[in-house]
């Protein structure tokens, strides 16, 4: 690719315009232009021409190739006066970086995830398998474990190398600051943690491989029964520890959402001091997809538990909790409170899965009720339709009342004592007070419904009165001061006539009786 002319990088970098100097020969653009327009031209083919990332580096070093021989730099002038520095090309350069940083940890974490659910797989078909295979000399769950270990050591790596891209972002958004800085005590906490979570796998088939139980008895993992209990205790804790990793899904979707993506929702949540955090991201979920989000995670606690209950319940010999199909059950029955008390756990790990599997069943029971009855709720347009019908049924049904008290008041008139029987006189005095107690019962039902309705004022729309009101009155006082002005002209003007008026009559006067002064 040629290198431009000097034309053409004033032309590109805009800092050149009218009133430029001329172009020189080569040698001398070398001695002229200076570091900020080199840089500011490699920056600009980058972005032109070059898909791939621009390292600040390569602009220093473009700079010291090209002005190494020249002995001082000069910065040329903006139309403006002011002197152009770098620091324009630092900070693109720093956006550069900090742009591909987070892609890295996108594409870091999504791995680390894909890493964590592949050693979760192979830990249950580690643990499913083995009563089957394992046999005197298989070697399947020592590959098998293997296997496990190795995806547990790419996942410690994903882990390390995600925190350093982390750190590295967090020293391009403060601007270049020691890196000693961004490695607070809470950091190195977070990163001990994840660590520790992610090292635990199952390690009993690296114990004695060439002990094996007796061919007559499969024992419910893979390690031998010439081992004590403490040992399966281990190697079962270590496999359900391993569903920690999930905790990786969280900051996949807090990195892979469009939220955080979005340039709007940043610069908005910025300005009103909102922080992008899983919560806000879970938050943004349930808004708009409730009934979806609760069902998938529903639908995996409930694999997930059932599985781990199975797990709990093999080493028992009742193998009723030990079956899968009867575990689903059990934890259904668990999570909806209901306990028909047919199936129970036997051993303390089940018992302890048991547990939480209640505890989250009350929560979510509890989001799905908000969930049904926001879906059942009215919305403000329907509850405006709906009311406004119930008032006029409701006024209908009072004016027919009130033309039953009227008839009732002239029957009672018509049907007299001293004429008639005096069942038929009180049969419509009843017949009166009951029409009086349907006419009160109506209106009672019809104030308590404005009452409701009136309560249900929408804020928008008052504050949208408000201002029309507003409005109104400052075009009436507008209107006013322009009148009260109009009649302050009419008053002088007839102040003026009058004046002139007087004076015309004192000439008329004096012109008649000269001795009039």
């Known amino acids: 690719m040629p290198s431009p002319t000097r034309e053409d990088t004033a032309a590109r970098s805009g800092w050149a315009e009218d009133g430029a100097a ?112 394992y046999e005197p000399g298989s070697k399947v769950s020592l590959v098998i474990n293997c296997s496990i270990s190795l995806s547990t050591g790419c996942l410690l790596i994903l882990i390390i190398v995600f925190h350093y891209k982390d750190i590295r972002l967090f020293i391009i958004d403060h601007k270049e600051v020691d890196w000693r800085i961004a490695i607070t005590s809470h950091r190195v906490l977070v990163i001990t943690l994840e660590l520790l979570v992610c090292v635990i796998h199952p390690v009993g088939s690296y114990w004695e491989v060439d002990l094996y139980a007796n061919s007559s008895s499969a024992a419910p993992l893979c390690i031998s029964s010439h081992h004590d209990k403490a040992l399966l205790d281990m190697e079962l804790l270590l496999s359900m520890l391993m569903f920690l990793r999930l905790y990786l899904v969280h900051r996949a979707i807090l990195l892979h959402s469009k939220v955080l993506l979005s340039a709007s929702y940043r610069s908005i949540g910025s300005l009103n001091n909102i922080n992008f955090t899983f919560r806000f991201v879970l938050k943004v979920l349930m808004n708009k997809h409730p009934a979806r989000t609760l069902l998938v995670f529903i639908l995996l606690f409930w694999l997930t538990a059932s599985w781990m209950l199975t797990l709990c319940e093999r080493r028992t ?74 008032d006029i049924q409701i006024s209908k049904r009072i004016r027919h009342a009130a033309a039953n008290v009227l008839r009732e008041c002239w029957l009672l008139h018509r049907a007299n004592p001293t004429k008639g029987s005096r069942d038929e006189h009180r049969r419509h005095q009843r017949c009166l007070l009951e029409a009086i107690r349907v006419f009160r019962h109506l209106r009672l039902k019809q104030r308590k419904l404005r009452d409701y309705v009136s309560e249900m004022v929408d804020l928008p729309k008052m504050q949208m009165i408000m201002c029309d009101l507003s409005a109104n009155w400052n075009n009436s006082y507008r209107e006013l001061e322009q009148r009260i002005l109009f009649m302050e002209q009419k008053l002088d003007e007839l102040t003026r006539c009058f004046q002139q008026t007087s004076e015309l009559l004192f000439e008329v006067l004096r012109h008649r009786n000269p001795e009039i002064r």
């Open 22 to 133: 001329p172009a020189e020969s080569r040698g001398g653009e070398r001695g002229g232009d200076g570091r900020g327009l080199v840089c500011a031209l490699e920056m600009e083919l980058t972005n032109r021409s070059l898909p791939s990332k621009m390292d600040c580096v390569s602009c220093d070093d473009l700079i010291n190739r090209n002005c190494a021989d020249s002995p001082e730099v000069s910065v040329p002038l903006s139309p403006m006066g002011k002197r152009a520095t770098h620091m324009e090309g630092d900070d693109l350069c720093r956006l550069i970086d900090r742009k591909f940083l987070i892609e890295d940890k996108k594409r870091l974490c999504a791995l680390a995830l894909g890493t964590a659910l592949v050693g979760i797989l192979l830990m249950i078909i580690h643990a499913e398998i083995c009563p089957y295979v």
């Open 317 to 390: 010999e009742a193998l009723t909790t030990g079956q899968m199909d009867t575990a689903l059950w059990l934890i259904a029955i668990t999570f909806l409170t209901v306990g028909y008390g047919d199936v129970a756990p036997k051993t303390s790990c089940g018992k302890g899965v048991c547990l939480f599997t209640g505890v989250m069943g009350v929560a979510c029971t509890a989001m799905l009720v908000a969930i049904v009855t926001e879906k059942l709720a009215l919305n403000k347009g329907e509850k405006h339709v709906h009311f406004f019908m119930m």
